[in-house]
């Protein structure tokens, strides 16, 4: 019998970027097929590019051994393919009931809605999950009620209500704990036993051996390596990640950070997404956030800057404490944020290279009046520190390159002397230039004393630069590396540990 | 070649195009239309249009549909109390400037807050602000003569004060520059770009994004309330219904004068050009004696086909 | 107590209804032969237009969207209809071939402006407040002055009373009866949805350009109910009808608990919250305030009412 799904040699480029260079993957009938990588090795392009979402430019894709296309989702759901959406699947202001049938709403005479049985099948779904101690919400309840974890089961229902043969849970059992993945296992083995199969994308390797019959691994876009999970440990899958480049690739510093007070230290900062996490930062330390995209990294340098407030938790900046309630309170703090998502967070669309520079001095130094001329050098040398590339200060910001653009908003920063700089994966998406201009500059700046926490989602970048490195899971800190750690076996295996 | 389109849909260019275009049709038409005094008189209604829409380009600019709907209602408010004020009498224009502009920057602060605190869409809360103000208007006026314009307000409109032109338009030169050093040379005027630009990155470099909303739609009902001493200025007495007939073209003047809609873009100057330019077609649709129908027409295709141009939302799939 | 506010704030029309019944007390009071026939008839007449109109809005609220040119689409049905009934002799078949031609207006409008918002991917409220000017133009254009009157079939047949209940009542029912045949169909949750959450829709596979339509569509097809009603009730044409009900029906919309947002909401609310905005009027108007002031205290109702809805559906 032909494996229910065989993917062979699928590539897919983004622009310049090769998410996928050769993606394989089969799965058999009622098989849970685990799915591993770090970030960026293509485990997520590789299901989009199942489910329809994405299209792959070569590659071939069989279902019970015959070709098809799936160019879109809609294709992809008649073949009996269903991909689990971590989030925005989800209509806040409708029912729980309304939401998993979205789309394909129980109709009875004369094409009207039929409440009974909508209801009826909700109720046999969510039953399925209730079973051991209830999951607190019933089918007419609204989503906006929910709590994360509900909202998840509500997603999983979803899933579940289209009857596929193939579901693709990509980190289904982020937001759940450890009960309701049990009951979560529970329904995955039920499915397993009625002949659908499963990928499995979790960043929990405990239950990825607990759950999973075979493990794909892939690298940098590639598979390298399918094993039956019962004839394999931890280690050899975190060592086939890893691949051979066990050893760390670190620049030394020029100047090594001082031992003396920290610069800035937080204590228990908890919100949505971020679990009691304590840290202190020292004046010229670069402090790295590592593990897997979403595990509450962004959340954590959101939470400093007062764009997510924390929910509980002290902060003290050079042994002051301080209230961070508001970007603007940061702002006049000394803090300076930099996101990697450049359009949505960042630039000023349609306005000159010099506003774009110049919003962050402006508050900072509460300027009322504004004389370009006067301010116009200050911006041109913060510019110049990064080697940015542009034709003026009044060219319109859209005019320069995604690196460029990047430039300009870390230059829009430095020139505000802001003595805490919070990187949020910042090098996302620009070329490998201007990524070696941007990791000079950090460096120069640690040296000369800026204290610097980093996030990136690339393990390469944060084992290349930092001091230290603070590995998260599931909005906690997991693990501490500094030392002899630091390498990508240690930050692998951190990143897929469990917290206790 | 490039260059050449680039430059030929510049907003500014573009109106300033159709201000030529406009005044040698109506010379065309109806022989006399672009003499000096005409001109001069033109110029007198642009400025009038052009003082509101500097309120209207300041709420627009700032982003998150901004608009403000309420400046007609507003116009009539300010001439009113304005007439009552003065009721003819010079020593009473201060106090009527000083009444007209408070009152009206207050209901637009009001506005404001609405906009932003309760997160009413603006063209919703301008337009019911405008029923609650025609309503006013009615209590106010309800047996009192609605006043009359002061003898020195009336020549500052209408008579030449200086080099033949007269003191409005001297006044609406001043109101440019005044824009231009607000938008160009604050921080307030920076931040108004910021902020309708990218309402995120303008919270995340720490402007207090909500604060300055607001004040703006108070400027934008200061500026109509002003206007409306101006309009009874024009017009020597006030009536409860005299804004009204600029609230359509205090949008659409902004509009072709280069400002998207969608915020975070464009200056008065091209507001100022805007202005004339649509002055100029009233007047040559009148020229064309084209009704009222007709006109509102032009006004309504004109509106659509610069929304085309500048007013498009974002596509969802990326 | 947070439990009795959680279960009111599932269902606004609740308070929306209790205040409604508060006000027909205070109206009956004030105006003791309330309860007549008579009296609750031209009561009812009145109310209609808003009625009809704030059901249709509802549907483009509902799908995230709005639609400010209603006011205009029902002048332009007045006189489309008018014109037609005259040009065709108005027999018993003219008045036919008028309604025809004004429903087919009214959705033709209703189409145009969902085209060019959910296509041509148009800012809502600029773009409806620039067609409601186009459409005003037309109705102008069509018919220059008020006047034109409509045959007295038209009229009697719209003041009488088949079957022994007003045709006004009967006009209502029907309303009602679509509303609820709406109300029962996969469309309403697929609106919900685009208007809750467009991405959420999105990823659904829900086709949401085609729903947004449908959407605006039927806003047009009530703003024309409205505007027969309105012809029966006037019984000429006026080009310049129904200025004041864009903003009416967006009143009663909020005030009836549909989220200006989107995604929440329903039109049996819009109705509740167009007859509470119709009693308020009652209620000035019987209490003897000065006429003067009538105008401000609804206008200041209809933003507080605004102010209020948008504030409760937010905390929802």
């Known amino acids: 019998?032909?494996?229910?799904?065989?993917?062979?040699?699928?590539?897919?480029?983004?622009?310049?970027?090769?998410?996928?260079?050769?993606?394989?993957?089969?799965?058999?009938?009622?098989?849970?097929?685990?799915?591993?990588?770090?970030?960026?090795?293509?485990?997520?392009?590789?299901?989009?590019?199942?489910?329809?979402?994405?299209?792959?430019?070569?590659?071939?894709?069989?279902?019970?051994?015959?070709e098809v296309s799936l160019r879109t989702p809609r294709e992809a759901e008649a073949r009996g393919i269903a991909l689990f959406y971590q989030e925005l699947s989800l209509v806040p202001q409708l029912s729980v009931a309304d939401n998993i049938f979205l789309g394909h709403e129980r109709t009875g005479a004369g094409g009207f809605l039929d409440a009974r049985q909508l209801r009826a099948d909700t109720d046999r779904l969510i039953a399925r999950f209730a079973s051991v101690a209830g999951t607190g919400f019933t089918a007419d309840a609204p989503v906006s009620g929910l709590a994360p974890d509900q909202r998840q089961i509500v997603e999983i229902l979803k899933v579940l209500a289209r009857k596929p043969r193939l579901i693709i849970f990509d980190e289904a059992t982020a937001a759940l704990d450890r009960r309701q993945v049990e009951l979560f296992f529970a329904i995955l083995r039920e499915l397993k036993a009625e002949g659908v199969s499963t990928i499995f994308i979790s960043h929990r390797m405990d239950e990825i051996f607990e759950i999973a019959d075979r493990i794909t691994v892939m690298r940098n876009g590639a598979t390298v390596a399918s094993f039956a999970s019962s004839e394999t440990d931890r280690d050899a899958v975190v060592r086939s990640m890893v691949g051979d480049v066990g050893i760390r690739d670190r620049v030394e510093r020029a100047v090594p950070p001082s031992?003396?007070?920290?610069?800035?230290?937080?204590?228990?900062?908890?919100?949505?997404?971020?679990?009691?996490?304590?840290?202190?930062?020292?004046?010229?330390?670069?402090?790295?956030?590592?593990?897997?995209?979403?595990?509450?990294?962004?959340?954590?340098?959101?939470?400093?800057?007062?764009?997510?407030?924390?929910?509980?938790?002290?902060?003290?900046?050079?042994?002051?404490?301080?209230?961070?309630?508001?970007?603007?309170?940061?702002?006049?703090?000394?803090?300076?944020?930099?996101?990697?998502?450049?359009?949505?967070?960042?630039?000023?669309?349609?306005?000159?290279?010099?506003?774009?520079?110049?919003?962050?001095?402006?508050?900072?130094?509460?300027?009322?009046?504004?004389?370009?001329?006067?301010?116009?050098?200050?911006?041109?040398?913060?510019?110049?520190?990064?080697?940015?590339?542009?034709?003026?200060?009044?060219?319109?910001?859209?005019s320069l390159s995604g690196g460029n653009q990047q430039k300009i908003f870390i230059a829009r920063w430095l020139a505000t002397d802001a003595p805490v700089?919070?990187?949020?994966?910042?090098?996302?998406?620009?070329?490998?230039?201007?990524?070696?201009?941007?990791?000079?500059?950090?460096?120069?700046?640690?040296?000369?004393?800026?204290?610097?926490?980093?996030?990136?989602?690339?393990?390469?970048?944060?084992?290349?630069?930092?001091?230290?490195?603070?590995?998260?899971?599931?909005?906690?800190?997991?693990?501490?590396?500094?030392?002899?750690?630091?390498?990508?076996?240690?930050?692998?295996?951190?990143a897929y540990g469990e917290v206790a | 070649m490039n260059r050449i389109k680039t430059i030929l849909t510049d907003p500014l260019v573009l109106a300033a195009l159709s201000i030529l275009v406009l005044l040698a049709m109506g010379e065309v038409l109806s022989p006399g239309f672009a003499r000096g005094d005409q001109i001069i008189r033109l110029l007198v209604v642009s400025a009038i249009l052009g003082m509101v829409a500097a309120g209207q380009s300041l709420v627009v600019i700032g982003g998150r549909e901004g608009i403000d709907l309420s400046v007609g209602a507003l116009i009539s408010l300010g001439a009113v109390l304005a007439g009552n004020a003065m009721s003819g009498n010079d020593g009473g224009i201060l106090p009527a400037i000083l009444v007209a502009g408070g009152v009206t920057f207050v209901i637009g602060l009001i506005n404001g807050l609405g906009v932003t605190l309760l997160r009413i869409p603006p063209l919703v809360m301008t337009l019911g602000m405008t029923g609650v103000v025609q309503g006013g208007l009615i209590v106010l006026s309800r047996g009192i003569p609605s006043g009359n314009a002061a003898p020195s307000l009336m020549g500052f409109v209408n008579r030449p004060l200086?080099?033949?032109?007269?003191?409005?338009?001297f006044l609406w030169a001043l109101l440019g520059l005044g824009m231009w050093f607000l938008l160009r040379r604050t921080q307030l005027g920076y931040a108004i770009y910021a902020m309708g630009s990218n309402e995120r990155a303008a919270v995340l470099t720490g402007l207090p994004v909500r604060l300055i909303?607001?004040?703006?739609?108070?400027?934008?009902?200061?500026?109509?309330?002003?206007?409306?001493?101006?309009?009874?200025?024009?017009?020597?007495?006030?009536?409860?219904?005299?804004?009204?007939?600029?609230?359509?073209?205090?949008?659409?003047?902004v509009v072709i004068g280069g400002i998207s809609l969608a915020?975070?873009?464009?200056?008065?100057?091209?507001?100022?050009?805007?202005?004339?330019?649509?002055?100029?077609?009233?007047?040559?649709?009148?020229?064309?004696?084209?009704?009222?129908?007709?006109?509102?027409?032009?006004?309504?295709?004109?509106?659509?086909?610069?929304?085309?141009?500048?007013?498009?939302?974002?596509?969802?799939?990326? | 107590m947070s439990a009795v506010a959680g279960f009111l704030r599932s269902r606004l029309w609740l308070v929306t209804l209790s205040a409604l019944m508060a006000l027909f007390v205070v109206n009956w009071i004030l105006q003791p032969n309330l309860v007549t026939p008579n009296v609750l008839k031209s009561n009812l007449s009145v109310f209609l237009p808003v009625i009809l109109v704030a059901i249709g809005q509802t549907y483009v609220v509902l799908g995230g969207d709005i639609d400010l040119s209603v006011g205009s689409i029902v002048a332009l049905v007045n006189v489309v209809t008018v014109s037609?009934?005259?040009?065709?002799?108005?027999?018993?078949?003219?008045?036919?071939?008028?309604?025809?031609?004004?429903?087919?207006?009214?959705?033709?409008?209703?189409?145009?402006n969902g085209a060019l918002v959910a296509l041509l991917r148009f800012q809502a409220i600029v773009t409806t407040f620039a067609t409601g000017i186009i459409f005003g133009g037309l109705a102008l254009m069509v018919l220059p002055t008020a006047g034109l009157p409509v045959p007295a079939e038209y009229w009697r047949t719209y003041g009488s009373s088949p079957l022994g209940l007003p045709v006004v009542l009967w006009v209502l029912i029907a309303a009602l009866v679509i509303v609820?045949?709406?109300?029962?169909?996969?469309?309403?949750?697929?609106?919900?949805?685009?208007?809750?959450?467009?991405?959420?829709?999105?990823?659904?596979?829900?086709?949401?350009?085609?729903?947004?339509?449908?959407?605006y569509a039927l806003c047009g097809l009530f703003a024309a109910f409205a505007s027969l009603c309105l012809t029966g009730e006037t019984a000429s044409g006026d080009p310049l009808m129904g200025r004041t009900l864009a903003l009416a029906s967006i009143s009663a919309v909020v005030l009836g608990g549909t989220a200006l947002a989107g995604g929440s909401g329903s039109a049996f609310g819009s109705v509740l919250g167009a007859l509470v905005l119709g009693m308020i009027g009652n209620v000035i108007f019987f209490a003897g305030l000065p006429f003067d002031y009538q105008t401000l205290i609804q206008g200041l109702i209809t933003l507080l009412a605004l102010a209020g809805g948008v504030l409760v559906a937010r905390r929802n």
């Open chain 1, 1 to 66: 019998m032909p494996p229910v799904l065989e993917a062979t040699g699928i590539a897919k480029h983004f622009g310049a970027v090769v998410a996928l260079s050769n993606g394989s993957l089969s799965v058999g009938k009622g098989e849970v097929h685990a799915l591993l990588g770090a970030n960026g090795s293509g485990k997520s392009t590789l299901c989009k590019i199942i489910a329809g979402t994405v299209a792959r430019d070569t590659g071939s894709l069989r279902l019970d051994g015959s």
């Open chain 2, 263 to 318: 915020g975070g873009s464009g200056n008065y100057f091209g507001v100022m050009l805007g202005a004339i330019a649509l002055t100029l077609l009233q007047s040559v649709l009148t020229t064309l004696q084209l009704e009222f129908w007709g006109r509102q027409l032009i006004f309504g295709a004109v509106l659509l086909l610069l929304m085309l141009l500048y007013g498009r939302t974002k596509q969802l799939r990326v």
């Open chain 1, 259 to 398: 031992s003396g007070a920290p610069r800035l230290k937080l204590k228990g900062a908890s919100s949505r997404r971020v679990r009691d996490v304590s840290l202190t930062l020292r004046p010229g330390e670069i402090l790295g956030l590592g593990g897997l995209q979403g595990q509450g990294q962004s959340a954590l340098l959101q939470g400093l800057f007062g764009a997510l407030p924390f929910a509980s938790g002290t902060l003290e900046i050079d042994g002051r404490p301080v209230s961070i309630r508001k970007p603007a309170d940061a702002v006049r703090t000394g803090l300076a944020y930099v996101s990697g998502d450049r359009g949505r967070d960042a630039a000023l669309h349609g306005r000159s290279i010099f506003e774009n520079i110049g919003s962050a001095t402006m508050v900072r130094e509460k300027l009322a009046l504004v004389w370009p001329r006067h301010l116009r050098p200050r911006f041109e040398a913060a510019a110049a520190a990064l080697n940015t590339k542009y034709a003026g200060m009044e060219a319109p910001i859209g």
């Open chain 3, 84 to 112: 037609v009934i005259a040009a065709l002799g108005g027999g018993a078949g003219g008045v036919l071939g008028g309604i025809a031609a004004g429903l087919v207006v009214g959705i033709a409008c209703g189409l145009l």
């Open chain 3, 180 to 215: 609820a045949v709406i109300a029962g169909r996969p469309f309403i949750k697929h609106l919900a949805a685009a208007g809750g959450q467009r991405a959420a829709a999105f990823q659904t596979g829900l086709k949401l350009a085609q729903i947004r339509i449908l959407a």
């Open chain 2, 162 to 169: 200086l080099l033949g032109l007269p003191g409005v338009l």
């Open chain 1, 421 to 494: 700089l919070l990187l949020d994966d910042p090098t996302k998406g620009i070329d490998l230039a201007a990524k070696a201009d941007f990791f000079a500059l950090v460096r120069n700046l640690a040296d000369k004393g800026t204290s610097i926490i980093f996030y990136a989602s690339e393990d390469a970048e944060l084992l290349s630069l930092c001091d230290r490195i603070l590995v998260f899971n599931s909005g906690a800190v997991s693990a501490e590396l500094a030392g002899a750690s630091l390498d990508s076996f240690h930050l692998t295996n951190a």
């Open chain 2, 213 to 253: 909303r607001t004040l703006l739609y108070g400027l934008s009902g200061l500026l109509a309330g002003v206007t409306g001493v101006v309009v009874i200025g024009y017009t020597g007495n006030s009536f409860v219904s005299v804004g009204d007939q600029y609230v359509l073209p205090s949008v659409i003047a």
